[in-house]
C-alpha cells in the first residue's frame, strides 16, 4: 500500500519532470497568466532573444493592474505613461499568438477573478502569474502561485519551471462561521494570531468543515490572503461544489468523472510539517488597525500595542476602539472581494440606505466584466449607486496605487482589499481592510461598523 499523500505531493508528483539539488523540482507548467503591468516586458524580451512561447495556447494575458475604471474608457490610464504598459502588451500578445482579453473584450477582468469564471484554472493543474495572489486560484484545487517576469518568460519558453520544494501547512477551521462573518474575517483572524510570516516557506492547505461549508467564490478569498500570511500558495481540495462551479466553463472539460480528478485530496493519514486548527464560531467581523494585515482585530475590539511607527502612520493609539473611527472613503473591490457574490451581499445590506455624508469618495469595482454585466442585470448596480456610491469598470483600480487614480491624501478609507501598507492607496492614505458587509456598513456610518448591526 502506498504512503499516505497530501493533495500538494500529489500534484508536485505528477508535474515533477525532474529532481533537482537541494530538494528542487523541475516542475512542468499547466497555465501561464500575463497582465499588462509585465506582460509586455517578457513578451518583448523573449521575442528580442529569439524565444517563441512553446504552446501559446497555455498562455492567456489580461489588461487589469492600471487599465482605467471609469465608464467609457480606453487605452488612456490616470498613470502617466500607462497607455504605453496596455499598447505594448497588445501588440506583444497578438504577435506571440497567445489570448488576449483586451481592454474592450467582453472577458476583461482581474486575472484572478477570469481565470477561474473562464475555467482557465483547473483541480490538479499549475498556475503561474507574475502577480503576488496568485494563490487566490488554489481555491480550484490547482497548484497556482506568483512568479517573476523572467520566470513567466522561462515558463512561457520550456514549459517548466525549478521550483524549491515548500513545507506543508494544514489550517483546519473546525465549527460553523456565525451570521456575518466572512471567509474573510477567517482569513484576517489567522493573520491577527499567526503573523503575517506565519506561512512562510509553506503551501497551505485550508481545510475543515468551515472551509467545506464555503462557496467556491468565499475559498478564493481566503487563498487569496494567503500571500498575506507569507505562504508559497494555498490550495483547498476540490469537490462537488468545485466541480459544479467548472460545469459549463468555456476552458472546463465537459466530464470531471475520471478518477483522476477523485483523487485530488489529501489521504487519510497524510502528514503536514506544521499543523495549526482555529475554532471559526469564535471569530467576529474583523477590520485591520494598522500597516500590516496581521495588525487586525474584531471590529468590537480595541488597538492593541503595536510597533510605534505603525500607530503614528494609521493614527490610532493602544486603546482606541476601533469601532467608531471616523472614515472618508470606502472601496468595494479587488481581487479579494470583488465577484458576485460580494456585490450581491453588500447590496442587500446597503438597499434603502444611504452613505454618510462624510464619505468623500466611494467606489464599487467588479471583478470583471462578466461581474458587472451580471451585477447590472440583477440592479445591484442601481442600488449602490442610489447609496452613493460610484459605479465602475472592472479592474483593479483603487487595491493599489499604480494606475494613478487614488483617494484624497491622508484620507482615512475602509477597503474589501488585501494590503494596508503605507501608502498602498495612495499617498498618506491610512488604509482599514475588511469584509464587503463591513465596508458598506462604515460607509452608511461615516465610521468604523459593525456589520451585524446593519443585517436585516
Known sequence: MTN????????????RVADMAAGAGLIAIDRVFLHERT?????????????????????FAVMDHIVDTRIGRGDQTLMQGGQAFITETREAALAAGITLFDVTDPDQGITHVISPELGIVLPGLTLVAPDSHTCTQGALGALAWGI???EAEHAMATGVLRLARPKTMRVTFTGELSAGVTPKDMALALLATHGAGGGSGFVVEFAGGAVQALDIEGRMTLCNMATEFAAMTAIIAPDAKTYDYLAGRRYAPADFSAAYWQKLHSDEGATFDREIVIDASAIAPMVTWGTSPEHSIAVTGTVPQGPARAHDYIGLAAGTPILGTPIDAAFLGSCTNSRLSDLRRAAALIKGRRISPAIRKALVVPGSSAVKRAAEAEGLDKIFTDAGFEWRMSGCSLCFYAGGEGFEPGSRTISSTNRNFEGRQGPGIRTHIASPETVVASAIAGAIADPREYAR
Open 39 to 59: 506582460g509586455a516586458s517578457a513578451l518583448k524580451s523573449m521575442a528580442a532573444a529569439g524565444r517563441l512561447v512553446r504552446d501559446p495556447a497555455r498562455v
Open 148 to 150: 517573476g517576469s523572467s
Open 4 to 15: 499516505p499523500r497530501t493533495l500538494f505531493a500529489k500534484i508536485w508528483d505528477a508535474h
